[in-house]
């Protein structure tokens, strides 16, 4: 069950840019990292499926009411990002937006909110459609409620 403060000592993503940004991210409080060009990330900490180690990330996001929207595009991989199969095994994840930390509960969007949110998230960044043509599965859409 990951929390918010396994966000200062999870392991970094395997992609070097992403671990480097989430490591500048970290280490300014969220004053850096949080935007750049009009593009807002976050921080993401999982629980590693299979190690039940924290696993952090750093994600480009949206809003939708309460909720923090991301994407599990992997870049138009065939298969889902690790930190999508690590949530989908255990749903509490950290959050870290801007300074505001907080934990959360992740859930995939229904078919009727991916309808809504996937023209919005391609709005913020455009490359998601692009992504979704070179791969044959369905790119799911993440909605993580705050829980405190």
């Not at 490591?23 to 009009?38: K, Q, V």
């Not at 859930?107 to 919005?120: C, D, I, K």
Request: aromatic share 8%; proline share 5%; glycine share 8%.
């Amino acid at each position: 069950m990951a929390v918010a403060d396994d966000l200062d000592h999870a392991t970094d993503s395997q992609w070097d840019w992403v671990a480097e940004q989430t490591r500048t991210y970290l280490a300014s409080g969220g004053t850096e990292g949080h935007e750049s060009n009009g593009v807002y990330t976050l921080l993401l900490a999982t629980t590693g499926r299979r190690t039940g180690i924290p696993r952090r990330t750093c994600l480009i996001y949206g809003t939708a009411g309460e909720d923090f929207v991301v994407v599990a595009s992997k870049g138009g991989a065939d298969d889902d990002p690790a930190w999508f199969k690590n949530l989908r095994a255990d749903p509490s994840v950290g959050v870290q937006v801007g300074s505001r930390r907080f934990t959360a509960r992740a859930r995939v969007a229904s078919p009727a909110e991916r309808e809504v949110l996937w023209p919005r998230m391609a709005r913020i960044f455009p490359l998601y459609d692009e992504y979704a043509q070179k791969t044959s599965r369905e790119i799911p859409i993440v909605l993580l409620t705050p829980q405190n």
